[in-house]
């Protein structure tokens, strides 16, 4: 077996057998790792609570034919604990990390969405912006960075300026008045100029941003993303609720 150490981020568990666990782990230089912590289910285990979900960690493992056994695993942040106390910010980390692995588990390289993962877990754990805020500016960013970047002031078909008024999931983007179907979203351009904000990290002072245009957003970046991954990222029905 050819051992290996990276820093990672814990994605999900899940159990095996009556006292191991099967991890998930966005690495940055090793990809998104599936491996083996055996006896982590025991109190008398020396990884503990280490491995759970929105960890960050040092991870050492070897490499396995279908699954890593992990080895050695140390903290370097506890974003979970930072976050559990609050639903919406606990949820929302959930959110990033489901879209983190559909984001990221055929491509082997990871580096810049886990610091983009790294960054807004820490972030939320400071609670500089709201939980949905965090997550909206989350996904533009790493939809972005996957190839995917949505178009929130020009016209997505034929370039003319913006602002503008809709938003279409098949263009990509914002689109004008001539090139509109019927169909597409229309959060209005004080939404889409928000979402342009947050996701150049030129956040609005809190209160000059209407709570309508907020939440027209934030519809517009579920739909986004679900749109291009092509599936639904099923714990965000939970911070619908």
Same mark, same amino acid.
């Given at each position: ?5 990276? *820093? ?5 568990? $899940? ?46 493992? /070897?490499?396995?034919? /279908? ?10 942040? #506890? ?17 990033? *990390? ?30 500089? $912006?709201? *939980? ?56 209005? #351009? ?5 979402? $342009? ?6 956040? #609005? ?37």
């Amino acid at each position: 077996m050819r051992k290996y150490r990276d *820093a990672g981020v814990v994605l999900g568990t $899940h159990k095996l057998g009556e006292a191991d666990r099967i991890v998930t782990i966005l690495t940055r230089r090793s990809g998104v790792v599936r491996a083996v912590a055996k006896g982590v289910r025991r109190t008398s285990s020396r990884f503990g609570s280490r491995l759970e979900p929105l960890m960050m960690i040092d991870l050492q493992a /070897n490499r396995g034919r /279908n699954l890593d056994v992990v080895t050695q695993v140390e903290l370097i942040e #506890p974003f979970a604990q930072g976050l559990i106390s609050d639903y919406d910010y606990y949820t929302a980390g959930s959110v990033m *990390a489901e879209t983190a692995l559909r984001l990221t588990e055929d491509d082997p390289h990871t580096e810049d969405q886990f610091l983009l993962l790294v960054a807004a877990l820490r972030s939320m754990c400071r609670r500089e $912006h709201p *939980a949905r805020s965090s997550l909206d500016a989350y996904l533009i960013r790493a939809m972005s960075l996957a190839g995917w970047a949505p178009s929130l002031i020009d016209c997505a078909r034929c370039g003319a300026p913006g602002p503008h008024r809709a938003f279409s999931l098949e263009a990509g983007g914002a689109v004008c008045r001539a090139c509109r179907r019927g169909g597409e979203h229309l959060p209005g #351009p004080d939404a889409l100029a928000y979402l $342009h904000r947050i996701s150049t990290a030129d956040w #609005p002072e809190p209160g000059t941003v209407a709570d309508y245009d907020v939440q027209a957003a934030s519809k517009v970046v579920t739909a986004f993303v679900q749109w291009h991954l092509e599936r639904r990222v099923k714990s965000l029905a939970l911070l619908e609720r």
